[in-house]
């Protein structure tokens, strides 16, 4: 693998990734009623979660939740949680299904022949998740404005876009593991679905830390997810941050990179692994 | 034409198995079938020079998709070294890929929801291209390949003779000197594969002075068009040569083909007899030192058909497979 790249394969590199953007929105954008589905779909599914949450509490506050969070409104306290988790969407699905993707078009071949590295391709899908999850970020913000009337401190926008940032640093190396399995297991949804359930689990979303089992608990300090999401609820809804937010941040930091590393040699293996076995444009 | 000496593709003893794995019992029990190692490619050594059109012949299934992957970096050879422009394969595969320029078989290699532009604008980012030179780059080869009216339109409305000039557009998008063309013309009508196979041999090879691989399982396709061809047969190089030089290897001048409707019993006639039927028609291709030698006993042995036509010809390239392999380059051994 290119660790050291020269100034011109860097920018040859970012066009490429670009243009994979470019290509995606050109072709998601063919499928106009899918994406207009993308952009409702995530609040259809969280309406029953609030909506059951409320039922059990009898209204939208809770003393106890506001005991273990700082936060009594359970409502804006899921909603944000699940807005935010979005963006694990774009690792596993997104980034995850970049390559599975380009062997259903049956294109797979023809990229993989382009003087650029395989991963390349999963950044650039990485470009085009993010970007498309933040627009669906800002419509979900105004819809729930609207309906629950979820009020977020603007002022703490620059330090969310820090956790969003350091957050979608180590799901990019979840997306390169997960896109890189997805190529040897070809029903590859399944590792996603998987993955995507344990790491929802063990991350705050719509409940405290505090309420899973001990050893959850300790899985739950290893996933980025938490402490970004603890940290975007710390700043938009004054939710109390368990470790400090220069903790966080080196957390998350050092956690992205063991991801990113970890991911990067399981694409390189699983990319050779299919270049010997020849399953490369299977599906 | 004049070949220089440097070689732009050279493969050293390359190996290229697969396994088959054993089948289970109800899929998940012990194995009731052994794994099977297939030799797709076995042992090719192969070296074409700057500037050469070279073909690779044989039948479907004889390896030679397979060896073109393990050029193009999309396989990993079991072992062998091949190398592009000096650049070896597995060492620096950006390298090699840079100076290749490739179509792979299949319909949908390309993106069907783009248009024809916009696919060769997103393969031109990956080979480099700044917008610029691509937006050059596509205009020129819209024109050439006479897609300029329907640039915009999406492939999936193209018809397959557009779609393969489409590919090809795309494998010079970046104006390779090394081209890997895998069966550029199969599928296509007469007069696509017509216009396929002149830009390949007159602006590619010869006005540009590319070297082109090309594979073939058609040998009129490789007769016309390559400097020199290597046959391919169950994963080996069974010759290389040219075209000219291949034919020569058939011992025999001549073939009569007689065709007749029914069967006729040929055997014993000439040097070698083939027979290929087809509806109730039946080709067969006598070889003979010289034809009006076997004439009368031809014409006595098909007593039990109906000729409809003798023709002379000499040997073919199908004709050197033949008999360098015993087997025909399409459909099953029918020799007798």
């Given at each position: 693998m290119d660790l050291l790249l020269s100034t011109d394969r860097i920018v040859r590199y970012l066009r490429a990734m670009n243009a994979e953007n470019m290509k995606e929105w050109k072709i998601e954008l063919t499928y106009r009623v899918d994406f207009v589905r993308g952009m409702l779909e995530p609040l259809i599914f969280v309406f029953p979660y609030v909506l059951f949450a409320m039922a059990l509490v009898g209204g939208r506050t809770s003393s106890v939740l506001e005991g273990l969070t700082g936060v009594s409104d359970g409502v804006t306290y899921t909603i944000i949680g699940y807005i935010f988790m979005g963006f694990l969407n774009t690792a596993v699905w997104g980034m995850g299904f970049a390559l599975r993707k380009e062997q259903w078009y049956g294109t797979l071949e023809s990229i993989f022949v382009a003087p650029v590295p395989r991963w390349v391709y999963v950044l650039g899908m990485a470009l085009h998740s993010t970007v498309h999850q933040g627009i669906i970020l800002f419509f979900q913000i105004a819809v729930v404005y609207v309906l629950f009337g979820v009020i977020l401190h603007?002022?703490?926008v620059l330090p969310v876009l820090v956790f969003i940032g350091l957050m979608l640093f180590s799901l990019v190396g979840l997306g390169l593991m997960v896109s890189g399995l997805a190529l040897i297991f070809k029903e590859g949804w399944i590792v996603s679905e998987v993955l995507y359930s344990l790491i929802t689990i063990v991350t705050p979303i719509a409940y405290p830390l505090a309420v899973l089992p001990p050893l959850l608990q300790k899985i739950s300090l290893t996933m980025p997810t938490t402490y970004a999401i603890t940290g975007i609820r710390h700043f938009l809804i004054d939710e109390t941050m368990g470790v400090g937010l220069w903790d966080s941040y080196s957390r998350l930091i050092l956690i992205g990179v063991c991801w990113i590393v970890s991911g990067l040699l399981m694409f390189q293996v699983v990319d050779k692994k299919v270049r010997r076995e020849g399953t490369l444009a299977e599906y | 034409m004049g070949l220089k000496s440097e070689r732009a593709i050279l493969a050293q003893d390359i190996v290229k198995t697969f396994k088959k794995k054993g089948r289970r019992k109800y899929g998940i029990g012990p194995k009731i079938t052994r794994d099977e190692y297939i030799h797709a490619v076995n042992g090719v050594d192969l070296a074409v020079h700057e500037g050469e059109l070279f073909g690779l012949l044989g039948p479907n299934g004889a390896g030679k998709t397979t060896l073109v992957k393990c050029l193009s970096t999309l396989l990993l050879p079991n072992s062998g070294n091949v190398s592009i422009n000096g650049h070896d394969i597995v060492e620096d595969p950006i390298a090699a890929r840079e100076c290749l320029g490739i179509t792979t078989g299949g319909e949908r290699t390309l993106y069907w929801k783009l248009s024809g532009r916009d696919n060769l604008k997103y393969f031109a980012a990956l080979y480099g291209l700044s917008s610029e030179e691509a937006d050059k780059r596509i205009d020129y080869l819209m024109k050439i390949m006479g897609l300029e009216e329907r640039q915009h339109e999406r492939i999936e409305k193209y018809s397959t003779g557009m779609r393969q000039k489409v590919s090809i557009s795309r494998a010079l998008i970046h104006d390779p000197p090394v081209l890997l063309l895998d069966e550029p013309t199969l599928g296509l009508d007469p007069s696509f594969s017509r216009f396929i196979r002149s830009f390949i041999k007159k602006d590619l090879n010869q006005k540009q002075g590319k070297t082109i691989v090309l594979t073939t399982h058609y040998m009129d396709e490789a007769d016309q068009l390559c400097d020199r061809i290597a046959i391919m047969n169950e994963g080996k190089i069974v010759a290389v040569d040219t075209p000219e030089a291949l034919k020569r290897?058939?011992?025999?001048?001549e073939v009569l083909e007689v065709k007749c409707l029914g069967h006729a019993d040929f055997s014993g006639i000439g040097q070698r007899v083939y027979a290929d039927s087809a509806e109730g028609v039946t080709i067969y291709r006598i070889h003979a030192e010289n034809v009006e030698d076997i004439m009368s006993e031809v014409i006595q042995a098909s007593h039990s058909a109906r000729i409809l036509s003798m023709n002379v010809s000499k040997p073919t390239l199908e004709d050197v497979f033949i008999h360098l392999t015993g087997a025909r380059l399409t459909g099953e051994d029918d020799g007798q």
């Open positions: 603007v002022q703490g | 290897k058939i011992p025999q001048d």
